[in-house]
């Protein structure tokens, strides 16, 4: 079992950048699999950033590539997601998932087992 917790989220401004953390307990975090996702108002929860444990790759949804990084400390147990030029359109609450070794699919919800209960961003034009 992981629990997780999120934090960093807040109102910011176009342009401005936030840094959000997932920091994880329970089992051994360097074998996870961690991914954040987030969803608008009315709109379905959509993949954001994922990185792999094993070889320490990270994919990106194209609407945030160069613009979000995703990172993660195993000695801290947490996952961080740095958020700059920030729009509007990136207003959400912010999801940190966890999947022990591989999911079948990183960009898909239903391949993380583990979430945590997420953190609003909200950026203002």
């Known amino acids: 079992q992981v629990h997780l917790v999120e934090s960093g989220g807040g109102l910011v401004q176009a342009g401005d950048s936030l840094r959000l953390s997932c920091a994880a307990s329970?089992?051994?975090?360097?074998?996870?699999?961690m991914g954040w996702f987030r969803q608008a108002p009315g709109k379905e929860r959509e993949f954001v950033a994922a990185?792999?444990?094993?070889?320490?790759?990270?994919y990106y949804a194209d609407s945030v590539k160069g613009r979000f990084t995703i990172s993660r400390d195993n000695f801290k147990n947490t996952v961080y997601l740095q958020l700059n030029s920030l729009k509007p359109e990136d207003t959400a609450v912010y999801y940190c998932?966890?999947?022990?070794?591989?999911?079948?699919?990183?960009?898909?919800?239903?391949?993380?087992?583990?979430w945590g209960q997420g953190t609003q961003v909200t950026v203002s034009s």
């Open positions: 998932a966890a999947e022990p070794g591989l999911p079948s699919d990183y960009s898909s919800e239903l391949g993380y087992d583990y």
């Open positions: 329970g089992r051994a975090f360097s074998g996870y699999f």
């Open positions: 990185c792999d444990w094993s070889d320490g790759r990270t």
